[in-house]
């Protein structure tokens, strides 16, 4: 059935794959008329690119839509110096907030008026849903203002009816004490996250000596988002929090929402409000299903900001598995920014793989590391990791060695350090050139 | 700002909502002296002791017997976090005081407006309903702009310098703490902030930018400052009035009062009365903010009570 304010059915992640291609189809069509009719920025990129978008007749047809990334955002914004740069109709007669992306690669504006924040809100409530948040329930919010998640949260919170606290300050780690006495205080049940405020609350509950169990007692679920959790990780934080399950969320305010469910298989696709395609980066072709590429996105939603074709320079998957929670919408995953993959001995590595090789030693589970990366042609490791608080060093390197020898037939080199630099957004790369500068 | 933390002493609980409001409100109008007489003041204190003691963390300050909708941990660095909790009624009014403060600001229908602020300070959160859950209308939905936030930390100057720069908002609000980084990160290039900005605001939380400060700020800059003092724990907002340099009080908002050494025309602490926070009373409410109690008469609005900090 479908309730006022939402563009989908509640069983939309249910429907057969050929209905929802048919439904994407639709969506995609109708944002390509919107883009090419309304929008300057695609007007002029479909101009320049000789695209018309009426020649767009099935899905596969739309991988001729030209991309962009988000150098191309930044060059119209410096050249027209001002935030409009052409993806988006202002709507003055309408509620709305300015946004920013977070700036990994530069800040961008996001227009987000009311009727994005209710379709996109209502999308998101599903997820939220997922992970256990029921009318009522105490939650805590975290997301600041400037964060189009907040938007987001905003509204999730009213449709689902939860109640809500916010701590002071922000999500940087710096604020950690501020958001554990939010959650000893007013006990909530249900905590939205960035992955790297979560381990700078255990690092506070250290600092307390306060059990975090004790701390997260109230806390049933807790819906991390802004770095990847590989699935050692996300069992051991499980048990050091007590907390009955923990679900990963991805997602930018470009487009893309993409959710775990229960079965934590990978993130179903919120195909209500975004079409995901996997592109090789060198062809720019699109990529079977299974394999690694760029992520590129399209908002299905005809309000605010939109991007159609985004390159997201992410790195990512759409999987091959089916999950157990029968829920049709695809599985996929996103292991990292595109400039953070490493080609080393021979092959393509990301973080990721090293840090889900790094969890299967018990002390070095959800241990702080970087990769220290050469620009000249890298034949060996080099991690710098931060020492755990207990185990003979020594012996956890040569099994760290094994280890990496046998998953990816490489040589290491570790250094082991008190504290690693504050990288907020949990960045695992850092430049050699960087490093010998800190070093020095 | 931040005031030094506190030692509080557990003392017995006592509650702090169950006073009969229209009571109060038709005293402190009839009678101010009998009120001030008779209505005890409520200190920091009081509520860290009663959160302390009672293990409520709204410091038994919530009215009703349902959980409130929305609540926010205060900046303050006291002993344990405080919090106020609120209703959608109560927010929809503490947006419309935010709603005053940028009308009297200038601000106007189509503009945009700047917040380098965290997103939990009321200045922030008042701005949109966007960022607020069950807030109806902030102050930007009611005025018809269009409002963006960047953090309050210090470090992010350089990104509310860009934020200024492509959005071109009338106003900027800024923590009086981050003027300094955000002067400092400006002057680094060389067009003049007023081709970017009509006027900045300085806000901050029970103090205000000095006002020697403000000039220098003001000549470097070369934009008016203007000030905003807010009051978290009492849900209370004033802004500086650009024709009179004193700060406006809303009566049908807000009562103020100055401590006992501030009788007779001299300074002393405000104390204030939240006449729309029911349900997460403030009521005498003894600020750090130190003030003159100066006459109605402002040529913008000759009714209002003005104070001069």
Request: aromatic residues 10%; charged residues 25%.
């Amino acid at each position: 059935m479908t309730e006022p304010g939402r563009l989908v059915s509640r069983d939309m992640d249910r429907w057969p794959a050929a209905r929802l291609q048919r439904y994407q189809l639709r969506r995609l069509k109708k944002i390509l008329h919107y883009g090419s009719s309304e929008l300057p920025f695609y007007r002029e990129r479909f101009a320049k690119a000789d695209f018309d978008p009426r020649t767009i007749k099935t899905l596969a047809d739309f991988a001729r839509v030209p991309s962009f990334a988000k150098k191309e955002v930044l060059d119209a914004l410096h050249r027209k110096k001002t935030f409009d740069v052409g993806l988006e109709r202002l709507n003055r007669a309408e509620s709305g907030a300015l946004c920013m992306t977070s700036g990994t690669l530069g800040t961008s504006f996001l227009y987000l008026p009311k009727r994005w924040a209710s379709i996109r809100g209502d999308s998101l409530a599903r997820a939220y849903r997922w992970a256990g948040l029921r009318r009522g329930m105490r939650m805590l919010m975290a997301a600041p203002a400037w964060h189009s998640l907040a938007v987001q949260e905003t509204r999730v919170i009213q449709r689902l009816g939860a109640t809500c606290v916010i701590p002071w300050g922000t999500f940087l780690p710096r604020y950690a004490r501020h958001f554990l006495d939010a959650i000893i205080d007013v006990k909530p049940s249900f905590v939205t996250i960035f992955l790297p405020m979560l381990y700078a609350l255990l690092g506070e509950c250290r600092i307390r000596d306060l059990n975090p169990a004790r701390a997260f007692e109230t806390v049933d679920s807790i819906l991390v988002v802004g770095a990847p959790m590989t699935p050692l990780a996300r069992l051991n934080l499980r048990q050091q929090l007590g907390v009955k399950d923990i679900f990963e969320g991805l997602g930018n305010p470009e487009g893309l929402t993409a959710m775990e469910c229960p079965h934590h298989i990978g993130h179903h696709i919120f195909l209500d409000c975004c079409y995901v395609e996997i592109v090789d980066p060198a062809t720019g072709q699109l990529l079977p299903d299974g394999q690694r590429g760029n992520v590129v996105i399209t908002s299905l939603i005809p309000h605010g900001s939109v991007y159609i074709r985004y390159d997201t320079e992410d790195l990512g998957a759409i999987l091959t598995q089916r999950c157990a929670c029968r829920r049709t919408w695809p599985l996929m995953e996103v292991y990292d920014r595109r400039a953070n993959v490493l080609q080393i001995g021979g092959q393509q590595l990301v973080p990721y793989d090293i840090r889900s090789c790094l969890d299967e030693l018990p002390e070095l589970v959800n241990i702080p590391f970087a990769v220290v990366r050469s620009a000249s042609k890298m034949e060996r490791l080099t991690l710098l990791i931060q020492k755990p608080p207990s185990g003979n060093l020594k012996e956890i390197g040569v099994r760290m060695a094994t280890l990496l020898r046998k998953r990816f037939n490489l040589e290491v080199l570790e250094e082991w350090a008190e504290e690693l630099p504050q990288r907020w957004k949990g960045v695992t790369i850092i430049e050699e050139k960087d490093w010998r500068g800190m070093r020095v | 700002m931040n005031q030094p933390r506190r030692k509080s002493k557990p003392r017995s609980a006592v509650r702090f909502s169950a006073r009969d409001f229209r009571l109060l409100r038709a005293q402190a109008r009839r009678d101010p002296e009998k009120f001030a007489a008779t209505v005890p003041v409520v200190t920091l204190d009081d509520w860290v002791s009663a959160k302390i003691t009672s293990g409520d963390p709204y410091s038994l300050r919530w009215g009703k017997n349902t959980p409130p909708k929305i609540a926010f941990q205060l900046e303050y660095d006291t002993e344990v976090a405080l919090y106020i909790a609120c209703d959608p009624d109560v927010l929809n009014v503490y947006a419309q005081a935010l709603r005053r403060c940028w009308s009297s600001f200038g601000i106007r229908r189509g503009d945009r407006v700047v917040i380098f602020d965290y997103g939990t300070s009321p200045v922030s959160y008042l701005a949109s309903c966007s960022f607020t859950p069950y807030l109806a209308r902030g102050a930007a939905d009611i005025l018809g702009c269009l409002p963006i936030c960047n953090d309050g930390a210090a470090n992010l100057s350089q990104r509310a310098v860009e934020i200024v720069k492509f959005v071109c908002p009338r106003v900027l609000f800024l923590r009086t703490d981050c003027l300094h980084p955000f002067a400092t990160e400006f002057n680094k290039g060389s067009t003049p902030l007023s081709s970017y900005v009509g006027a900045l605001v300085a806000v901050e939380n029970e103090g205000v930018l000095a006002a020697a400060d403000r000039d220098a700020y003001q000549k470097n800059l070369g934009v008016p400052i203007y000030r905003l003092l807010r009051a978290d724990a009492a849900l209370f907002l004033a802004p500086e009035c650009a024709r009179c340099g004193l700060f406006h009080i809303w009566p049908d908002l807000y009562h103020v009062e100055l401590s006992e050494q501030g009788k007779h025309g001299r300074e002393g602490q405000l104390l204030i009365t939240n006449w729309f926070a029911e349900h997460c009373q403030a009521v005498r409410y003894l600020s750090q903010v130190q003030a003159v109690l100066e006459r109605p008469g402002c040529p913008a609005k000759a009714t209002d009570p003005r104070i001069g900090i």
